[in-house]
Protein backbone atom coordinates (compact mmCIF):
# COMPACT_ATOMS: atom_id res chain seq x y z
CA UNK A 1 0.00 0.00 0.00
CA UNK A 2 1.33 3.53 -0.54
CA UNK A 3 1.73 6.33 2.02
CA UNK A 4 -0.90 8.39 2.87
CA UNK A 5 -0.47 11.72 1.02
CA UNK A 6 -0.50 15.58 2.71
CA UNK A 7 -0.47 18.60 0.64
CA UNK A 8 1.21 21.14 2.35
CA UNK A 9 0.39 25.04 1.66
CA UNK A 10 2.60 27.16 3.86
CA UNK A 11 1.26 30.43 1.88
CA UNK A 12 2.10 34.43 3.28
CA UNK A 13 3.32 35.80 6.60
CA UNK A 14 3.98 33.48 9.65
CA UNK A 15 2.20 30.02 7.75
CA UNK A 16 5.52 29.33 6.22
CA UNK A 17 7.06 29.79 9.82
CA UNK A 18 4.33 27.78 11.76
CA UNK A 19 4.36 25.15 8.83
CA UNK A 20 8.33 24.25 9.33
CA UNK A 21 7.46 23.12 12.47
CA UNK A 22 4.98 20.43 11.53
CA UNK A 23 7.50 19.61 9.22
CA UNK A 24 9.58 18.63 12.26
CA UNK A 25 6.61 16.76 14.03
CA UNK A 26 5.52 15.00 10.49
CA UNK A 27 9.39 13.67 10.15
CA UNK A 28 9.42 12.86 13.60
CA UNK A 29 6.22 10.36 13.14
CA UNK A 30 8.37 8.86 9.82
CA UNK A 31 11.64 8.30 11.48
CA UNK A 32 10.48 7.00 15.46
CA UNK A 33 6.45 5.84 14.89
CA UNK A 34 7.39 4.48 11.04
CA UNK A 35 4.33 6.25 10.24
CA UNK A 36 5.60 7.86 6.82
CA UNK A 37 3.47 10.84 4.63
CA UNK A 38 4.26 11.40 0.58
CA UNK A 39 4.36 15.17 1.53
CA UNK A 40 4.15 17.71 -1.57
CA UNK A 41 4.25 21.27 -1.18
CA UNK A 42 3.08 24.05 -3.36
CA UNK A 43 2.03 28.00 -3.10
CA UNK A 44 -1.17 29.39 -2.15
CA UNK A 45 -2.34 33.29 -1.58
CA UNK A 46 -0.08 35.79 -2.54
CA UNK A 47 3.24 33.73 -2.53
CA UNK A 48 1.13 31.95 -5.76
CA UNK A 49 0.19 35.29 -7.09
CA UNK A 50 4.06 36.20 -6.81
CA UNK A 51 5.13 33.29 -9.05
CA UNK A 52 1.80 32.44 -11.03
CA UNK A 53 -0.40 35.57 -11.28
CA UNK A 54 -2.91 33.47 -9.20
CA UNK A 55 -3.98 32.91 -5.83
CA UNK A 56 -3.57 29.23 -6.11
CA UNK A 57 -2.85 27.38 -9.79
CA UNK A 58 -5.23 24.64 -11.56
CA UNK A 59 -2.12 22.43 -11.11
CA UNK A 60 -2.16 23.02 -6.87
CA UNK A 61 -6.03 22.47 -7.33
CA UNK A 62 -5.99 19.38 -9.11
CA UNK A 63 -3.09 18.13 -6.48
CA UNK A 64 -5.45 19.15 -3.94
CA UNK A 65 -8.08 17.19 -5.10
CA UNK A 66 -6.16 13.97 -5.54
CA UNK A 67 -4.71 13.90 -1.82
CA UNK A 68 -5.69 12.36 1.27
CA UNK A 69 -5.19 15.68 3.32
CA UNK A 70 -4.12 19.69 2.32
CA UNK A 71 -2.71 21.28 5.46
CA UNK A 72 -2.70 24.95 4.74
CA UNK A 73 -0.36 27.45 7.15
CA UNK A 74 -2.15 31.23 6.22
CA UNK A 75 -2.97 33.72 3.17
CA UNK A 76 -2.94 37.53 2.58
CA UNK A 77 -0.84 40.28 3.84
CA UNK A 78 -1.13 44.04 3.20
CA UNK A 79 1.40 43.97 0.21
CA UNK A 80 -1.78 42.58 -1.61
CA UNK A 81 -4.29 44.90 -0.49
CA UNK A 82 -4.15 46.40 -3.80
CA UNK A 83 -5.08 43.64 -5.96
CA UNK A 84 -7.98 43.43 -7.61
CA UNK A 85 -10.88 40.82 -5.41
CA UNK A 86 -10.35 38.73 -8.41
CA UNK A 87 -6.79 37.73 -7.53
CA UNK A 88 -7.09 38.71 -3.72
CA UNK A 89 -4.98 35.87 -1.74
CA UNK A 90 -7.93 35.04 0.36
CA UNK A 91 -9.69 33.51 -3.11
CA UNK A 92 -7.05 31.27 -3.31
CA UNK A 93 -8.51 29.66 0.42
CA UNK A 94 -12.06 30.12 -1.29
CA UNK A 95 -11.20 27.97 -4.55
CA UNK A 96 -9.53 25.13 -2.09
CA UNK A 97 -12.72 24.85 -0.42
CA UNK A 98 -15.27 25.52 -3.00
CA UNK A 99 -14.41 23.33 -5.65
CA UNK A 100 -12.95 20.55 -2.59
CA UNK A 101 -17.20 20.96 -1.82
CA UNK A 102 -15.62 21.11 2.15
CA UNK A 103 -18.95 21.65 3.52
CA UNK A 104 -18.52 20.89 7.13
CA UNK A 105 -16.26 23.36 9.30
CA UNK A 106 -14.82 21.70 12.54
CA UNK A 107 -13.81 24.17 15.00
CA UNK A 108 -12.48 22.68 18.24
CA UNK A 109 -12.60 24.74 21.55
CA UNK A 110 -10.59 22.40 23.56
CA UNK A 111 -8.42 24.41 26.71
CA UNK A 112 -5.02 23.48 27.57
CA UNK A 113 -4.94 23.11 31.56
CA UNK A 114 -1.65 24.71 31.67
CA UNK A 115 -3.13 27.20 29.89
CA UNK A 116 -6.08 27.98 32.82
CA UNK A 117 -4.87 31.58 34.00
CA UNK A 118 -4.86 33.38 31.17
CA UNK A 119 -5.39 36.35 33.38
CA UNK A 120 -2.08 37.87 32.55
CA UNK A 121 -3.89 38.10 28.81
CA UNK A 122 -6.93 39.63 30.27
CA UNK A 123 -8.98 36.82 29.20
CA UNK A 124 -10.98 34.38 31.25
CA UNK A 125 -10.72 30.94 30.37
CA UNK A 126 -12.92 27.97 30.87
CA UNK A 127 -10.45 25.24 32.06
CA UNK A 128 -11.51 21.07 31.25
CA UNK A 129 -13.34 22.76 28.01
CA UNK A 130 -13.47 20.79 25.34
CA UNK A 131 -16.13 20.66 22.63
CA UNK A 132 -16.57 21.17 18.87
CA UNK A 133 -18.19 22.91 16.87
CA UNK A 134 -19.64 22.46 13.50
CA UNK A 135 -20.47 25.02 10.91
CA UNK A 136 -22.00 24.30 7.66
CA UNK A 137 -19.52 26.41 5.19
CA UNK A 138 -20.73 26.19 1.80
CA UNK A 139 -24.55 27.31 1.83
CA UNK A 140 -26.30 29.60 3.64
CA UNK A 141 -27.29 33.53 3.61
CA UNK A 142 -23.75 33.78 2.45
CA UNK A 143 -24.26 32.22 -0.49
CA UNK A 144 -27.99 32.25 -1.16
CA UNK A 145 -29.28 33.99 -3.56
CA UNK A 146 -31.08 36.74 -4.71
CA UNK A 147 -28.60 38.91 -3.27
CA UNK A 148 -27.02 41.96 -3.76
CA UNK A 149 -27.67 46.05 -3.29
CA UNK A 150 -31.12 46.89 -5.25
CA UNK A 151 -33.00 50.16 -6.28
CA UNK A 152 -36.36 49.60 -4.96
CA UNK A 153 -38.28 53.08 -5.15
CA UNK A 154 -36.08 56.00 -4.30
CA UNK A 155 -33.61 54.40 -2.27
CA UNK A 156 -31.83 51.00 -2.43
CA UNK A 157 -31.61 48.32 -0.36
CA UNK A 158 -29.68 45.19 0.50
CA UNK A 159 -30.52 41.71 0.05
CA UNK A 160 -29.06 38.31 1.25
CA UNK A 161 -30.76 35.11 1.08
CA UNK A 162 -30.83 32.41 3.76
CA UNK A 163 -31.54 29.40 1.90
CA UNK A 164 -31.29 25.57 2.60
CA UNK A 165 -31.74 22.78 0.85
CA UNK A 166 -32.73 19.28 2.67
CA UNK A 167 -29.59 17.42 1.65
CA UNK A 168 -27.63 20.16 2.63
CA UNK A 169 -28.44 19.99 5.72
CA UNK A 170 -29.05 16.07 5.11
CA UNK A 171 -25.03 16.00 4.53
CA UNK A 172 -23.64 18.20 7.43
CA UNK A 173 -26.01 16.73 9.85
CA UNK A 174 -24.77 13.26 9.30
CA UNK A 175 -20.65 14.36 9.42
CA UNK A 176 -21.82 15.91 12.74
CA UNK A 177 -23.41 12.66 13.71
CA UNK A 178 -20.40 10.49 13.22
CA UNK A 179 -18.31 12.88 15.06
CA UNK A 180 -20.87 13.07 17.99
CA UNK A 181 -20.41 8.79 17.55
CA UNK A 182 -16.25 9.13 18.34
CA UNK A 183 -16.71 11.79 21.28
CA UNK A 184 -19.40 11.82 23.91
CA UNK A 185 -22.42 11.05 21.96
CA UNK A 186 -24.35 14.38 22.85
CA UNK A 187 -25.07 16.58 19.86
CA UNK A 188 -27.35 19.87 19.93
CA UNK A 189 -28.10 21.71 16.89
CA UNK A 190 -28.82 25.30 16.67
CA UNK A 191 -31.26 27.05 14.45
CA UNK A 192 -34.00 29.58 14.80
CA UNK A 193 -36.91 27.41 13.78
CA UNK A 194 -39.10 30.15 15.90
CA UNK A 195 -38.52 33.03 13.28
CA UNK A 196 -36.84 31.28 10.31
CA UNK A 197 -38.37 28.70 7.83
CA UNK A 198 -34.88 27.41 7.06
CA UNK A 199 -34.52 26.94 10.85
CA UNK A 200 -37.97 24.54 10.64
CA UNK A 201 -36.13 22.62 7.54
CA UNK A 202 -32.92 22.37 9.57
CA UNK A 203 -34.26 21.31 12.35
CA UNK A 204 -37.31 18.32 10.72
CA UNK A 205 -33.76 16.87 8.65
CA UNK A 206 -31.36 17.26 11.47
CA UNK A 207 -34.00 14.75 13.24
CA UNK A 208 -34.76 12.73 10.90
CA UNK A 209 -31.08 12.04 9.97
CA UNK A 210 -30.62 11.11 14.25
CA UNK A 211 -32.92 8.71 13.66
CA UNK A 212 -29.75 6.61 12.41
CA UNK A 213 -28.12 7.39 15.21
CA UNK A 214 -29.65 6.28 18.00
CA UNK A 215 -27.29 6.06 20.75
CA UNK A 216 -26.09 10.19 19.67
CA UNK A 217 -28.70 12.15 22.33
CA UNK A 218 -29.88 14.70 20.37
CA UNK A 219 -30.87 18.04 21.12
CA UNK A 220 -32.16 21.39 19.11
CA UNK A 221 -31.55 24.81 21.21
CA UNK A 222 -32.53 28.41 19.07
CA UNK A 223 -29.37 29.89 18.39
CA UNK A 224 -29.24 33.18 20.63
CA UNK A 225 -30.36 31.06 23.59
CA UNK A 226 -27.11 28.61 22.28
CA UNK A 227 -25.24 31.84 22.27
CA UNK A 228 -26.35 32.50 26.29
CA UNK A 229 -25.97 28.92 26.80
CA UNK A 230 -22.19 28.61 25.38
CA UNK A 231 -21.55 31.54 27.92
CA UNK A 232 -23.22 30.67 30.69
CA UNK A 233 -22.19 27.02 30.80
CA UNK A 234 -20.09 25.82 27.89
CA UNK A 235 -19.40 22.44 29.63
CA UNK A 236 -23.00 21.28 29.05
CA UNK A 237 -22.05 20.58 25.38
CA UNK A 238 -20.00 18.16 23.10
CA UNK A 239 -20.63 18.60 19.46
CA UNK A 240 -22.83 21.37 18.22
CA UNK A 241 -24.11 21.54 14.63
CA UNK A 242 -25.20 24.63 13.03
CA UNK A 243 -25.66 26.86 9.71
CA UNK A 244 -22.90 28.82 8.25
CA UNK A 245 -24.18 32.45 9.82
CA UNK A 246 -24.78 31.01 13.06
CA UNK A 247 -21.58 29.09 12.86
CA UNK A 248 -19.42 31.81 11.97
CA UNK A 249 -20.39 33.70 15.33
CA UNK A 250 -20.79 30.92 17.70
CA UNK A 251 -17.50 29.35 16.91
CA UNK A 252 -15.91 32.76 17.19
CA UNK A 253 -17.16 33.06 20.90
CA UNK A 254 -16.04 29.41 21.94
CA UNK A 255 -13.08 29.70 20.52
CA UNK A 256 -11.96 32.42 22.85
CA UNK A 257 -13.29 30.46 26.18
CA UNK A 258 -10.16 28.48 25.60
CA UNK A 259 -7.45 31.98 25.01
CA UNK A 260 -5.09 32.45 22.31
CA UNK A 261 -5.61 32.64 18.29
CA UNK A 262 -2.51 31.22 18.31
CA UNK A 263 -3.69 27.90 19.96
CA UNK A 264 -7.05 26.94 17.46
CA UNK A 265 -6.69 24.80 15.23
CA UNK A 266 -9.51 23.83 11.97
CA UNK A 267 -11.08 21.14 9.56
CA UNK A 268 -12.95 21.54 6.81
CA UNK A 269 -14.39 17.94 5.72
CA UNK A 270 -16.12 17.47 2.46
CA UNK A 271 -17.69 14.21 1.03
CA UNK A 272 -15.95 11.02 1.41
CA UNK A 273 -13.44 9.85 -1.14
CA UNK A 274 -13.03 6.18 -2.15
CA UNK A 275 -11.01 5.48 0.70
CA UNK A 276 -14.15 6.45 2.61
CA UNK A 277 -12.58 8.91 4.22
CA UNK A 278 -13.46 12.31 3.82
CA UNK A 279 -12.16 15.31 1.47
CA UNK A 280 -10.21 17.34 3.86
CA UNK A 281 -8.41 20.50 4.16
CA UNK A 282 -6.58 21.78 7.95
CA UNK A 283 -5.93 24.67 8.91
CA UNK A 284 -5.23 27.20 12.06
CA UNK A 285 -7.87 29.81 12.59
CA UNK A 286 -5.26 32.66 12.87
CA UNK A 287 -4.45 34.44 9.79
CA UNK A 288 -1.05 36.08 8.32
CA UNK A 289 -0.05 37.92 11.69
CA UNK A 290 1.81 40.08 9.18
CA UNK A 291 2.71 42.21 12.21
CA UNK A 292 4.36 39.55 13.61
CA UNK A 293 5.65 37.48 10.29
CA UNK A 294 9.42 37.00 10.21
CA UNK A 295 10.44 37.30 13.57
CA UNK A 296 9.98 33.95 15.08
CA UNK A 297 7.55 34.98 17.06
CA UNK A 298 4.90 33.20 15.86
CA UNK A 299 2.85 30.00 17.92
CA UNK A 300 2.98 26.87 15.98
CA UNK A 301 0.87 25.39 17.90
CA UNK A 302 -3.19 25.88 16.23
CA UNK A 303 -0.90 24.81 13.00
CA UNK A 304 0.63 22.26 14.50
CA UNK A 305 -2.85 21.18 16.36
CA UNK A 306 -4.38 21.01 12.57
CA UNK A 307 -1.99 18.24 11.54
CA UNK A 308 -3.33 16.37 14.67
CA UNK A 309 -6.57 16.89 13.72
CA UNK A 310 -5.88 15.36 9.93
CA UNK A 311 -3.70 12.55 12.02
CA UNK A 312 -7.43 12.04 13.69
CA UNK A 313 -9.60 12.22 10.79
CA UNK A 314 -8.04 11.82 6.92
CA UNK A 315 -5.35 9.34 8.75
CA UNK A 316 -7.27 6.98 10.89
CA UNK A 317 -4.42 7.68 13.78
CA UNK A 318 -6.23 8.89 16.75
CA UNK A 319 -4.09 7.41 18.99
CA UNK A 320 -0.79 8.95 17.38
CA UNK A 321 -3.27 12.80 17.25
CA UNK A 322 -3.78 12.05 21.44
CA UNK A 323 -0.34 11.76 21.57
CA UNK A 324 0.67 14.97 19.84
CA UNK A 325 -2.02 16.78 21.81
CA UNK A 326 -0.41 15.21 25.58
CA UNK A 327 3.17 16.19 23.89
CA UNK A 328 1.72 20.04 23.27
CA UNK A 329 0.13 19.70 26.75
CA UNK A 330 3.26 18.78 28.49
CA UNK A 331 5.54 21.23 26.75
CA UNK A 332 2.81 23.97 28.05
CA UNK A 333 2.58 22.35 31.40
CA UNK A 334 6.80 22.88 31.45
CA UNK A 335 6.24 26.75 31.10
CA UNK A 336 7.18 27.06 26.87
CA UNK A 337 4.91 30.12 26.20
CA UNK A 338 4.94 32.07 22.49
CA UNK A 339 4.92 35.55 23.44
CA UNK A 340 1.08 35.76 22.76
CA UNK A 341 0.64 33.37 25.27
CA UNK A 342 2.77 35.68 28.25
CA UNK A 343 0.62 38.90 28.00
CA UNK A 344 2.04 41.14 30.76
CA UNK A 345 3.78 38.43 32.09
CA UNK A 346 7.46 39.44 32.98
CA UNK A 347 8.46 36.22 31.48
CA UNK A 348 10.62 36.04 28.08
CA UNK A 349 8.66 33.86 25.51
CA UNK A 350 10.45 30.81 23.60
CA UNK A 351 10.47 31.48 19.81
CA UNK A 352 8.49 29.89 16.99
CA UNK A 353 11.23 27.04 16.43
CA UNK A 354 12.24 26.73 20.27
CA UNK A 355 8.37 25.81 20.61
CA UNK A 356 8.88 22.96 17.34
CA UNK A 357 11.75 21.64 19.45
CA UNK A 358 10.31 21.15 22.68
CA UNK A 359 7.19 19.94 21.13
CA UNK A 360 9.60 17.16 18.91
CA UNK A 361 11.28 16.57 21.99
CA UNK A 362 8.31 15.97 24.30
CA UNK A 363 7.28 13.19 21.91
P1 LIG B 1 -7.08 37.30 8.63
O1 LIG B 1 -7.86 38.39 8.00
O2 LIG B 1 -6.12 36.63 7.73
O3 LIG B 1 -7.92 36.35 9.45
P2 LIG B 1 -6.60 38.86 10.92
O4 LIG B 1 -6.49 40.30 10.62
O5 LIG B 1 -7.84 38.31 11.49
O6 LIG B 1 -6.15 38.03 9.66
P3 LIG B 1 -4.59 37.31 12.17
O7 LIG B 1 -3.54 37.21 11.14
O8 LIG B 1 -5.41 36.12 12.44
O9 LIG B 1 -5.43 38.59 11.88
O10 LIG B 1 -3.92 37.78 13.52
C1 LIG B 1 -4.47 38.69 14.43
C2 LIG B 1 -3.38 39.00 15.45
O11 LIG B 1 -3.25 37.89 16.35
C3 LIG B 1 -2.04 39.15 14.79
O12 LIG B 1 -1.81 40.48 14.56
C4 LIG B 1 -1.06 38.55 15.72
O13 LIG B 1 -0.48 39.51 16.54
C5 LIG B 1 -1.87 37.57 16.54
N1 LIG B 1 -1.65 36.20 16.09
C6 LIG B 1 -2.35 35.52 15.16
N2 LIG B 1 -1.88 34.29 14.99
C7 LIG B 1 -0.84 34.17 15.84
C8 LIG B 1 0.10 33.10 16.12
N3 LIG B 1 0.06 31.91 15.51
N4 LIG B 1 1.04 33.35 17.05
C9 LIG B 1 1.10 34.53 17.67
N5 LIG B 1 0.27 35.55 17.46
C10 LIG B 1 -0.69 35.39 16.55
MG1 LIG C 1 -9.43 37.04 10.91
Same mark, same amino acid.
Given at each position: ????????? =??????????????????????????????????????????? /??????? @???????????????? /???????????????????????????????? =??????????????????????? &?? &???????????????????????????? @???????? &? *??????????????????????????? *???????? #? #? @???????????????????????????????? #???????? /?????????????????????????????????????????????????????????????????????????????????????????????????????? =?????????? &?????
Amino acid at each position: MSNPSLLIL =PGDGIGPEVMAEVRKIIDWFGAKRDLVFDVSEDLVGGAAYDAH /GTPLHDD @TMAKAQEVDAVLLGAV /GGPKYDVLDFSVKPERGLLRLRKEMDLFANLR =PAQCFDALADFSSLKTEVVSGLD &IM &IVRELTSGVYFGEPRGIFEEGNERVGIN @TQRYTESE &I *ERVARASFELAMKRDKKLCSMEKANVM *ESGILWRE #V #V @TRVGADYPEVELSHMYADAGAMQLTRWPKQFD #VIVTDNLF /GDLLSDLAAMLTGSLGMLPSASLGAPMANGRPKAMYEPVHGSAPDIAGQGKANPIACILSFAMALRYSFDQGDEATRLEKAIEAVLADGYRTADLLGEEGRD =PVSTSAMGDA &IVAAL
